[in-house]
C-alpha cells in the first residue's frame, strides 16, 4: 500500500471508548493514505476481541495492521512493536483513551506536511500551549509532567513545555534511527532523550486534553512519576 505515513495506536484495556475512539480516528484521516498500526498490550477487558471483531468495518483490511501482544509488556514495548511495521514518510503517535483529540493529530500532520515546515523532524503535541481546550481532573499528575518537564529542559538544554504527551508526529528516518528500549511510560522520555542527543529541535504546538478519571480508565500513578525521575537522569547520564 502506498501510504503518506503511519499511525500508531497503542491499546490496553480500553474497552469502553475503543469504538468511539476508532470511529473518530478514521473520520479525521479518511481522506489521506494512512497505514493504521495498533498493537493490544494484553488487553484482558475485552478489547483485543474487540479489535480482532470489528476494525475491518472502519478500515478496509489493506490499510491496517493489528498486533496482539498475549501479555501486558507496558506503552514503549507496544510502541516499539508498532514502529516495526511504519511506513511513509512520517509516523503519528496517539494514545486510545480520548484523552488526546485525532483532530488535532491531524493539524500536527498538515503542520509538518507543509512545504515550508519541512525542516520540522519532530512535533509534539502540547498541553499547555495554543489555547485549546483543557480538562485536568489530577492535580499531583499535572504537577509531576511540568517538574519531569523541567528537568528534562535542563539535563538535555530543551525548552519544550510538554515532556509526557500522547500526540506528536516524527519522522520515520529519524524514527528508525533510534535505539527504544523503555517499556513503560518512560517511553515518552525515552523517544525525546534520544531526538535531543541527535541535536534536533523538537518542536511543539497546543492541543487538547481532557483528563479521564481513574474510574474512568486512568492509568498513571504515582508511581510512575516517581519512576519517570529515574528514566530521565538514566537517559542522561547512563547511556
Known amino acids: ?10 491499546v490496553y484495556n ?4 475503543i469504538e468511539h475512539f476508532v470511529d ?3 473520520k479525521t484521516f479518511r481522506h489521506l493514505k494512512v497505514k493504521y498500526i495498533f498493537i ?5 477487558d475485552g ?3 474487540w479489535l480482532e471483531n470489528n476494525l475491518q468495518n472502519f478500515i478496509d483490511k489493506n490499510n491496517y495492521e493489528l498486533i496482539l501482544l498475549k501479555k501486558n509488556k507496558g506503552k514503549g514495548f507496544a510502541v516499539r512493536k508498532g514502529i516495526e511495521k511504519i511506513e511513509g514518510e512520517y509516523t503519528i503517535f496517539i494514545d486510545s483513551d480520548l484523552e ?7 493539524n500536527l500532520f498538515n503542520i509538518v506536511n507543509d512545504n515550508e515546515n519541512k525542516n520540522i523532524k519532530a512535533l509534539f503535541g502540547s498541553r499547555y500551549i495554543g ?4 480538562l485536568r481532573r489530577h492535580f499531583f499528575n499535572d504537577i509531576a509532567v511540568r517538574l519531569n518537564t523541567w528537568i528534562f529542559n535542563v539535563l538535555f538544554n530543551q525548552s519544550i513545555t510538554d515532556l509526557h504527551s500522547g500526540t ?4 520515520n528516518k529519524l524514527l528508525n534511527s533510534l535505539n527504544l528500549t523503555l517499556n513503560g511510560f518512560g517511553h515518552e522520555i525515552d523517544i525525546s532523550s534520544q531526538i535531543s542527543s541527535k541535536e534536533i529541535n523538537i518542536y511543539e504546538t497546543g492541543i487538547s486534553y481532557i483528563e479521564r478519571s481513574f474510574e474512568e480508565g486512568k492509568k498513571i500513578t504515582i508511581i510512575d512519576g516517581m519512576l519517570s525521575y529515574y528514566f530521565l537522569f538514566k537517559a542522561r547520564f547512563l547511556q
Do not use: T
Not at 480500553?14 to 471508548?17: C, D, R
Not at 489555547?131 to 483543557?134: A, D, E, M, S, T
Not at 506528536?168 to 519522522?171: A, C, R
Open 1 to 10: 500500500m502506498n501510504v503518506s505515513f503511519s499511525i500508531i495506536v497503542p
Open 47 to 49: 478489547s483485543k476481541n
Open 100 to 106: 488526546y483529540d485525532p483532530n488535532d493529530a491531524l
Open 168 to 171: 506528536k508526529i516524527i519522522e
Open 24 to 26: 473518530k480516528l478514521i
Open 14 to 17: 480500553e474497552v469502553k471508548v
Open 40 to 44: 493490544d498490550d494484553g488487553s484482558n
Open 131 to 134: 489555547g485549546k481546550l483543557q
